[in-house]
């Protein structure tokens, strides 16, 4: 069994073949394909509110009705809604495909530069405040090394898939390490 493993050439990431992926590396482009790129605990996450919202929108209808129907309804809930109930189970099941997930890593991933430039700018204005912070009340300026250390750190890329995207739009891959 061990030599039968040995044997079996490995399979990219995805299971899909790779001229894809070699494809999409050769033109540089900002989303990636459709293999999954490892993402942490946290982007994973933001990943899953993308397609709940999506879903909860394709079925807002069916939502709206049971919760019109569910309206001042206590105990009597599961008996006096359970129509409108399995039509809103029924349509976020029928829309809680792959496909759908797929849809929405990549519209996060089409999201990811506005997220950074809020981040950013949420950061510059935290700089900001501190700075006047300190002197209304008369505290020590910062260190302006500690100072420029955190706004150098505002212009580092996001790590996505383990790697992190390099200034003038070049991949990771495109440069040596």
Same mark, same amino acid.
């Given at each position: 069994?061990a030599t039968?493993?040995?044997q079996?050439p490995?399979?990219a990431?995805?299971?899909?073949s790779?001229?894809? &992926?070699k494809?999409a590396?050769?033109? !540089?482009?900002p989303?990636?394909?459709r293999?999954?790129l490892?993402?942490?605990?946290s982007?994973?996450?933001?990943? /899953?509110?993308?397609?709940n919202? =999506?879903i909860r929108q394709? +079925?807002?209808?069916e939502i709206k009705a049971?919760?019109?129907c569910? /309206? ?7 008996f006096a +809604?359970? $129509?409108s109930?399995? *039509?809103m189970?029924? +349509?976020?099941l029928a %829309? &809680?495909t792959?496909e759908?997930h797929?849809?929405?890593r ?7 530069q506005q =997220?950074?430039r809020?981040r950013?700018a949420?950061?510059?204005?935290k700089? $900001?405040?501190e700075a006047f %912070?300190?002197?209304w009340w008369?505290?020590?300026? *910062?260190?302006?090394d500690?100072?420029k ?5 505002l212009?580092? &890329?996001? /790590?996505?898939?383990g790697?992190? =995207?390099?200034?003038?739009?070049? !991949?990771?891959e495109d440069?040596?390490?």
């Amino acid at each position: 069994m061990a030599t039968m493993a040995a044997q079996e050439p490995p399979i990219a990431p995805g299971g899909g073949s790779s001229s894809n &992926a070699k494809g999409a590396e050769e033109k !540089g482009l900002p989303m990636p394909s459709r293999n999954p790129l490892p993402l942490s605990a946290s982007q994973e996450a933001q990943v /899953r509110e993308v397609f709940n919202a =999506r879903i909860r929108q394709l +079925c807002s209808d069916e939502i709206k009705a049971f919760a019109d129907c569910a /309206r001042n309804r206590t105990i009597t809930i599961p008996f006096a +809604c359970r $129509e409108s109930s399995r *039509r809103m189970n029924g +349509c976020m099941l029928a %829309h &809680a495909t792959q496909e759908e997930h797929d849809r929405a890593r990549e519209q996060w991933f089409a999201q990811r530069q506005q =997220r950074a430039r809020e981040r950013e700018a949420k950061e510059r204005r935290k700089i $900001e405040q501190e700075a006047f %912070h300190r002197e209304w009340w008369g505290l020590p300026q *910062r260190d302006p090394d500690d100072v420029k250390k955190k706004l150098e750190k505002l212009e580092l &890329a996001e /790590r996505v898939g383990g790697m992190t =995207r390099r200034p003038g739009g070049q !991949g990771a891959e495109d440069g040596k390490r």
